[in-house]
């Protein structure tokens, strides 16, 4: 019964035994659950250590609990596709075995709280860096109006401008990144109401239209013929459309088109659906299900992404190759925001792009349809 247990138990356990210190050759494994035996790769429930595992941390640590009768602990990575992190702990067992010492060393999987950790250091560092540009901007600027340019109307008029665009700058990423946040908190929460799609995009398109000529870019947008129903929260959907309607414009060069369709009724695979010459990559997938999709599609004709910087790209704060953070106007996060977004919606995110060759970044949302769907749409 007991036996059962413990091969049952989801965390690698072994039971190591020896007989004296520094001799590695006489360390054995005389239990191996099926959680030990999958991490490191053996067949057998007992056998000789130094088969199983040859990190020189893990085996100090089992030294320590055999022969000084201490618990010790000590970190383990994996290596292979995908390296997985675990803190091991050895802890000196009181069994009567002649002539040997016994411990149980178990591995407590870290993964997910070791990435936590590291995306938690890499945002503060980011997030500081973005910061830092306008604030010592601002900073430079107050110093100098102070100064000599106190009495010059010209240069005062001139800084004013450049340090109300660095103040706006920093007002839009503490924007995006509460925005972000509160995003993230309700990412569970599927979205109960029912909206629009085509009047979403019509009236983001109406009002992103004035910022078309001043860049000398053409907007294509032609509305549906009737509804285009989608469960989703308004203010969310007005969110993805606007981002992505943003960076289309921002990356288009002079005399480029932004083209911006709409399609319903399609499967999953359809949606995210790309043309073959373009390197695809999807950002969001749903679950696999008979859902039908309204699909949202935003082409650019920009300078295109490189097919390894596709997986990066709605990291916070990343930016493809080369540019910096004062390059294009922006925080770093739209996409960011989109993928979180489309998360909870339940629905997907795929981008498309070569270089010279524009991209196309594609949203799909389940449509509305059925007695729950009405229901929403009432309340």
């Not at 979205?191 to 019509?202: A, E, K, N």
């Not at 992505?244 to 414009?249: G, R, Y």
């Not at 043309?275 to 999709?293: F, G």
Request: charged share 25%.
């Amino acid at each position: 019964m007991l036996a059962t247990l413990v091969e049952a138990l989801p965390d690698p356990i072994l039971v190591v035994a020896g007989a004296r210190r520094d001799d590695l050759s006489g360390l054995r494994f005389v239990l191996a659950n099926a959680a030990a035996r999958e991490l490191l790769r053996i067949t057998v429930e007992e056998g000789l250590l130094l088969s199983a595992i040859r990190d020189p941390d893990v085996l100090a640590a089992v030294d320590r609990a055999l022969f000084d009768t201490l618990d010790a602990d000590c970190a383990f990575e994996t290596t292979g596709a995908q390296t997985r992190g675990f803190r091991v702990r050895a802890r000196p067992l009181d069994v009567a075995w002649p002539g040997l010492s016994a411990a149980l060393v178990t591995f407590h999987d870290e993964t997910d709280v070791r990435r936590v950790e590291r995306t938690r250091v890499d945002f503060l560092a980011n997030a500081s860096h973005e910061l830092r540009t306008p604030l010592a901007s601002l900073s430079g600027f107050i110093e100098t109006l102070r100064g000599h340019a106190r009495d010059d109307p010209t240069a005062r008029e001139k800084f004013l401008g450049i340090m109300q665009a660095q103040a706006d700058r920093m007002a839009r990423l503490v924007a995006d990144l509460t925005s972000l946040s509160r995003i993230e908190l309700d990412e569970h929460v599927p979205p109960r109401g029912v909206v629009d799609l085509g009047l979403v995009v019509g009236e983001v398109v109406e009002a992103t239209a004035p910022l078309g000529p001043s860049r000398d870019v053409q907007l294509q947008w032609d509305a549906p013929a009737g509804p285009v129903m989608i469960r989703a929260e308004r203010d969310q959907t007005v969110q993805v459309v606007q981002n992505l309607l943003d960076n289309a414009l921002k990356y288009s060069p002079p005399g480029g088109d932004v083209r911006i369709e709409l399609a319903i009724g399609l499967s999953d695979t359809a949606a995210a659906s790309a043309p073959d010459r373009m390197p695809r990559i999807s950002l969001v997938a749903p679950d696999p299900s008979a859902e039908a999709y309204a699909v949202l599609r935003v082409f650019d004709q920009g300078p295109g992404i490189a097919r390894q910087n596709l997986p990066r790209l709605s990291e916070r704060f990343y930016r493809v190759g080369g540019q910096k953070s004062s390059d294009k106007a922006g925080t770093g996060l739209g996409l960011a925001i989109v993928k979180h977004i489309m998360n909870r919606h339940r629905g997907g995110l795929s981008v498309a792009s070569a270089e010279g060759e524009g991209s196309i970044f594609t949203v799909y949302f389940p449509m509305a349809q059925g007695p729950s769907d009405a229901v929403a749409k009432a309340s």
